[in-house]
């Protein structure tokens, strides 16, 4: 009886384990199509300029959908392969709006021997661009990382109008509220996310305990 016993719950913590590892998959695949098409619109256009800028821009999404398709699917990649991901993201986003967008990034020594969750990060920055463009003339997104010591601390912020963002809110990609549940999962009581909108500047600081 006491063998049945651990048996059943063997098989309870197995199908706990399943139910989480396709929830996690599940959410992060929720990258914004919205985005995909945007960019191949932009690289059609390149393309009948002839621009130089396609070769380039054309490596940096393959590049990036490499990550997606194929290294998203370990639990935890090296924080230098998402940082990398980031950065082609942040190219493609910047060559798509030009002069319009400006990015201040900030990315101090990091231990590149960490390890993340994949897709993490993206969906601050991904809301900075959806949310953070076309209210002004020439709009900021502030980007802000630091890890030492297995803490990661990581900042997004930028200028952010409540009357035409409630629009944009109804076709948002991925949000906020992913991220939320993928940090609960995670790294329950080893996180700490603090959303703030203040003077018409939207800020996320994310502080976690990388394993």
């Known amino acids: 009886m006491f063998r049945d016993k651990l048996q059943s719950d063997r098989l309870v913590s197995e199908k706990q384990t399943e139910n989480l590892k396709t929830e996690l998959a599940f959410l992060r695949s929720q990258v914004s199509p919205h985005f995909m098409f945007n960019v191949l619109n932009n690289m059609v256009t390149l393309a009948r300029k002839k621009s ?8 940096k999404l393959s590049s990036l959908l490499r990550y997606m398709l194929y290294e998203t699917d370990e639990e935890k990649v090296l924080l230098e392969r998402e940082v990398e991901y980031l950065q082609s993201y942040i190219d493609l986003q ?10 201040n990034l900030v990315m101090e020594d990091y ?18 661009f959806k949310h ?28 952010y ?3 035409i963002a409630q629009v944009k809110d109804k076709t948002s990609g991925i949000g906020l509220q992913n991220v939320k549940r993928r940090l609960d999962l995670l790294y329950k009581n080893e996180h700490t996310l603090t959303i703030e909108n203040k003077d018409n500047f939207f800020t996320v600081t994310l502080q976690l305990n990388l394993h």
């Open 52 to 59: 130089d800028q396609l070769e380039p821009s054309l490596f």
């Open 94 to 103: 910047l060559q798509r709006f030009g002069s319009k967008v400006k990015v």
């Open 111 to 128: 231990d590149k021997n960490c390890f993340i969750e994949p897709m993490l990060l993206i969906p601050f920055v991904e809301n900075a």
């Open 132 to 159: 953070g463009t076309g209210f002004r003339q020439n709009s900021e997104i502030n980007i802000e990382l630091k890890a030492k010591t297995n803490l990661l601390d990581f900042r997004v912020s930028n200028y």
């Open 161 to 163: 109008d409540n009357s």
